[in-house]
């Protein structure tokens, strides 16, 4: 039994059945009514879904089964209506102010001269291209799918992991984990209130043509753009493109002539207005980035930054969700929405600071400590998980290049009740939701619930061996 | 002075490619050393992009050509009134930040070579420095067409102790940026007069940032500052992020490399020599 | 439509088509080295490899044709592109490609041929009975086919599938033939022998056709009522001219919804026009091989304009 953590349905410490917190109150009654062999009986049924819709995930170096599933765990994460609101405010909060970021920081850089954020952090950035400074995209929106990555600890207390700015996956699974629990719970659906996040593929394709170039006249053609179906998030990709009514295209499918970027259709070329690109800034365009690249349209920058296309996220909004960038988002808050930021940072020391990384060095068995620009949960280190000689190696990494590494408090996740082998235990939870920003900023309610299935594990990324749940917002 | 160009680059193909696409860094910006009487790119058979000016200050243009081709003609006419300013870049509307030509890319790497070149420079004060270090490219980088190649890096060509302009463009970058200089490559012509000793009219130099002052260029092929003989093109971190031309061929067979020749003919439009250089390479 | 798309819905068709027909291939190989042969049994499979294009890589890979290797290059073997294995997950993988331009039968159906091809390949070989498998190949195609057929709108991808299908099969009955006739019985006494009547036998059979055919024609084999029925009876579902015809048909219904001819539709109607004109005797007078020869070229040239024009993207 997990002691100590925040439990969403039980409270604290994840008090057995003493009380129910109110947005779970109806579920307790559903958990006690199922019988095991049900339980089981359910969760296959669940996956044969899963594996009829095609939804998989492969993991990166890890090998083996390509066409693996996520887990999925039945158990809800609930969160009221008053909560969500709370939530909410505090997301599109950040998702502003990390696109008025990157409109600075790509124009005059205010905040820089301001003195509010080193010039190194932004300019010597990896993320930061050079190529996109003087374009103001249009709507002035550079991150139009913003992920933040939210863990709770406390009935009030959220904390904003990191920001997603570029492409965040995972959408299809919070889609997808509704269908699936309405398809094997109706009557969980007429009892509780759920708010419906069916409309996110719409206002996602009504956010993506609200920001076509000026050029385009009458209805934007929009078109997602994916590395191919090798890619490990293409079912991701063509699941999108199908509830958006968009195509799904490869670099291949695309070309440049003129002032414009043309699809490769069996009638002949058509013009294409918007893309949603999933792959990396520097495979877009030979012609300005890697001139190696064989997944991009070459020539496709110039024709985007003479307002020919869209693209986004815009080339260069990852400078906005580096790791390194991320203590300084509070700041972005103040800065240019003149508010004090609603959703809180996790305190992190940068170890590129003598002090910072003399006090992670001391303290390496209590923090966790990331790359600066790792993704997935790779390269990381959880030192109370962590064995002394793990803890050790380590050290002499973080020695090495102590500027590539964050180092954050072991935060007490909060718990959610999982369905696990023993029967009903708590298990550690995150939430991703997904703010879209375009013509307006908006937010379906609800997003992606990562679970670490695994009993006392902190780390819920898929590749980890973390599973998903379907997040519920309750309707007032 | 005012200086004319006529500049003809052909690409050649082995077998007749589906489309041509290219991204020109080919008209000169005005600002206090130069300003543009008139210039004209044209592309045989080629279809314009939209122009645009970068966050740099450099006028681009995309263009493509639809096939089959197999032949390309990029050719570039116009007349420059220039001016020295000693060197300094002024005028130009560029917002990029001096911080990003902080950043090393694979061609400017540095190694223990180029540490200690620029380590064994002198200088307190930037300005002499940044001079200081210009110098010492010039002499450690002996001028030899045909010793270096297009993807050549500036630790390569200080090993090899020659090299042509873009070599010792970005030696002296690697250099600059060691010692703490945003510094950058600049591409652009070189006009030179009979008693010069021109190296090539198709050129490039280097640009060191100096607090204070600004961008300042440094010609370490002619141990000298850019003056009125200079046309600025457009800049970047490095040769290719620089490169006047970029392009790439759709369908073409990867084995067979396009063959290319310039010819660059300025002169002074008071004067009545020209004078004309013939150069080939080919590119990848 | 995205070119690529009608490209990847193409190749379903085609490489299940051809899965299909390397099945058959083994089927007609097998049983026609039962027979004793005045060209031993190793010159049989050495020209059946051959009409079907894989008889270089099985020479590299194996050396002698012995029966086992042959299922294992004709079935299993992924080195060989044609082989059954390689041409369900290639069908498979270009499903996945576009998988939501398929209705969940259709993505079933090819999901499950590629699920069970892995547990074949699980099993000892030994406990695999080569008319299983080859029933097995049969039975994927058909109901992949009856799926399409069944479920999928009626759109210009459903006419790219067919164009796939049509064409592969056209190719493949000329090509069956032309092993039968040219490449096993070169020698012209041969023709007309018992033997090769019971080879011409075992080629209908192979192409699911025998019966088919007895209700056609009656009486006895010759290989002018074969050639009729394989070459110009719009009856035979694998008769080049059902083939032609299908393909015609589905470019003329592209032509249509597109509101522009091309050259493959030229190039169709010109085809059909020609079997529509032809009759068998003229056939045999040019040399059966000679007319299937240039009957595979012209359905080359075509499988080509279609390319060029629809799948290649590079229409203006």
Known sequence: ?476 | MRLVVDHVTRYRYDAPVRAVMQSHRLTPSDCDSQRVVDWAVEVSGGVPGGAFRDGAGDRMQGWTVPGPVEEVLVRVRGTVETRDTAGVLKGLRETVSPNCYLIDTPATEADAALFALARGVDGDEVLALAHGLAAAVAQAVAYRPGATHAATTAAEALALGEGVCQDHAQVLIACARLRGLPARYVSGYLFATEDGTPHEAAHAWAEIHVAGLGWVGFDPANACCPDERYIRLGSGLDAQDAAPIRGVARGATGASPEVLDVTVAIRAAEQAQAQVQAQSQSQA | MLSRTADNLYWIARYMERADTSARLLEVGSRISLLPSAHGYRSEWDSLLQASGMAEGFAKKYGDPVQRNLESWLFFDRDNPSSVASCITAARENGRIVRTALTAQVWDALNSAFQELRTLERRERSSLELSELTDWVMRQAALLRGAIDATLLRNDGYSFLNIGYYLERADNTARLMDVKYYVLLPRVEFVGSGLDNYQWTTLLRAMGAQRAFHWAYGGEVTAAKIADFLILNPQCPRSLTTCVAGIANHLARLAKAYGRQTLAQDQARAMLADLEAESVERIFDEGLHEYLSRFIGNAAALGGAIHEVYLSGELR
């Open chain 1, 1 to 476: 039994m997990l002691t100590g953590y925040f439990d969403e349905m039980h409270g604290k410490s994840g008090g057995k059945a003493a009380e129910v917190r109110a947005p779970y109150a109806k579920l307790k009654n559903w958990v006690q009514a199922m019988p095991v062999d049900l339980r089981t009986l359910k969760q296959a049924e669940a996956e044969t879904l899963f594996r009829r819709i095609g939804i998989t995930f492969a993991v990166y170096g890890e090998g083996g089964d390509p066409d693996r599933l996520i887990p999925f765990d039945m158990f809800p994460r609930v969160f009221s209506g008053a909560e969500w609101a709370r939530l909410e405010k505090g997301i599109k909060q950040r998702a502003r102010a990390l696109n008025a970021f990157l409109v600075d920081v790509y124009g005059r850089g205010e905040i820089v001269r301001a003195g509010r954020i080193p010039a190194r952090l932004v300019y010597q950035n990896a993320a930061y291209e050079k190529a996109c400074v003087g374009f103001v995209p249009p709507k002035g929106v550079y991150s139009h799918i913003v992920g933040i990555d939210i863990v709770r600890t406390g009935p009030d207390e959220f904390f904003v992991l990191e920001d997603n700015c570029r492409t965040p996956s995972g959408v299809s699974y919070m889609l997808e984990n509704r269908e699936i629990m309405m398809r094997m719970f109706p009557d969980l659906f007429r009892e509780n209130r759920i708010e419906p996040v069916d409309s996110y593929p719409e206002k996602l394709r009504r956010t993506l043509a609200s920001v076509a170039p000026a050029k385009c006249k009458g209805e934007p053609t929009v078109v997602i753009l994916t590395p191919g179906h090798f890619n490990s998030a293409y079912y991701e990709h063509s699941f999108l493109a199908d509830l958006m009514g968009v195509e799904l295209v490869e670099g291949q499918d695309l070309f440049v002539e003129g002032e414009y970027v043309w699809m490769r259709t069996t009638e002949g070329p058509k013009r294409v207005d918007v893309i949603y690109r999933r792959i990396d800034d520097s495979y877009l365009d030979p012609l300005c980035f890697r001139p190696d690249s064989m997944l991009g349209v070459p020539g496709l920058m110039d024709v985007y930054r003479s307002g020919g296309v869209s693209i986004c996220s815009a080339p260069g909004a990852g400078v906005a969700d580096d790791k390194a960038v991320y203590t300084y988002v509070p700041e972005m808050v103040r800065f240019y929405l003149g508010e004090e930021p609603l959703l809180n940072n996790v305190p992190t020391w940068q170890c590129g600071k003598a002090d910072d990384q003399k006090y992670v060095l001391e303290h390496l068995e209590e923090l966790v400590v990331k790359e600066v620009h790792g993704s997935g949960g790779y390269g990381m280190l959880v030192g109370p998980k962590a064995s002394q000689a793990q803890i050790e190696a380590f050290r002499a990494k973080l020695r090495e290049h102590p500027g590539n590494y964050i180092a954050q408090p072991t935060l007490a996740l909060s718990t959610v009740p999982s369905f696990v082998e023993e029967g009903v235990a708590p298990r550690h939870v995150d939430l991703r939701p997904y703010c879209l920003v375009g013509e307006r900023v908006e937010l379906v309610p609800g997003g992606l619930t990562r679970v670490a299935l695994t009993e006392g594990s902190l780390v819920v990324n898929s590749s980890q061996g973390g599973g998903v749940k379907d997040t519920w917002v309750l309707a007032e």
